[in-house]
C-alpha cells in the first residue's frame, strides 16, 4: 500500500518552510513508513485496543489467541466479538478494560456509529477522530495513529505523542515542547504534517 499523496512533493514543501526540519530531514533520509493492510475501522481499532500499554510481544500472542478462535475468517466481526463470553475473552488474555473498550467498538459498528470501510475514505479527519474517539478506550491519538499508518493521511499531527515531543525536542532545542507549541510551528508543515510527524520520531533514533 502507498500513501495517497506524493512524498517527494511533501517533503520539498516541509524543507522549503523550515530549515530546521530540513537538516533533520537530510539526516533522516527518505520517507519511508510502511503502511499496514486496512479492511476496516473495526479491525484496525480492535487491533489498537489489544496493543496499547502492552509490549508487542506479549499483545501479539493475546492478538494470536483471539484470530485462533476463528480459524475460517481473517478476523472476527463485531458479531462475533459481542458473542464471546467475558470468560472468553479473558483466557485468550484481555484485561476486563479490554474488553469493555471491544464490546464498545463491536456495538458502535453494529450500530452503524463507526464508519466503515467505505464510508471512512469519503470523511476527513477530524470527523473520523470525532466518530472513532466516541468508543470507550479509545482516544484522539488511537485514531491518529490508524490515519497515518492505515489510511495514510498527508495531514495528522498527534502532538501530545511522547515521541513526537522528544523529537522536536531534539530538532529544534530547548524544553520538552508542549502540544500546543508543536501545533503553532506545525503551520508550516501543512497540508504534510504526517511527513513532518515521522520525521520527529526518527530523530529519537538517530
Not at 489489544?50 to 500472542?61: E, G, N, R, S, V
Not at 482516544?139 to 498527508?154: D, F, K, N, S
Request: with cysteine; net charge neutral; glycine share 6%.
Amino acid at each position: 500500500m502507498k500513501y495517497d499523496f506524493d512524498v517527494s512533493s511533501a517533503v520539498q514543501h516541509i524543507s522549503r518552510r523550515d530549515r530546521q526540519l530540513a537538516a533533520l530531514i537530510a539526516r533522516v533520509g527518505p520517507f519511508e513508513p510502511e503502511l499496514r493492510a486496512f479492511a476496516d475501522p473495526f479491525e484496525a481499532l480492535s487491533h489498537a485496543i489489544i496493543f496499547q500499554q502492552l509490549t508487542a510481544k506479549a499483545a501479539a500472542a493475546i492478538h494470536h489467541r483471539l484470530l485462533a478462535r476463528f480459524p475460517e475468517q481473517n478476523h472476527p466481526t463485531p458479531g462475533d466479538m459481542l458473542a464471546l463470553s467475558d470468560g472468553a475473552l479473558r483466557e485468550v488474555g484481555l484485561s476486563k478494560a479490554k474488553t469493555v473498550a471491544l464490546r464498545d467498538l463491536a456495538q458502535h459498528a453494529l450500530d452503524g456509529r463507526l464508519p466503515d470501510a467505505l464510508q471512512i475514505h469519503d470523511m476527513d479527519d477530524d470527523t473520523i477522530i470525532e466518530r472513532c474517539s466516541a468508543v470507550k478506550g479509545i482516544g484522539a491519538w488511537t485514531v491518529q495513529m490508524m490515519l497515518i499508518y492505515y489510511l495514510g493521511r498527508a495531514n495528522v499531527l498527534p502532538a501530545t505523542d511522547l515521541g513526537i515531543r522528544k523529537g522536536y525536542l531534539l530538532t529544534f532545542g530547548g524544553e520538552l515542547p508542549q502540544p500546543s507549541a508543536i501545533t503553532r510551528r506545525a503551520q508550516r508543515w501543512d497540508p504534510y504534517r504526517t511527513v513532518a510527524s515521522w520525521y520527529l520520531w526518527q530523530a529519537t533514533y538517530l
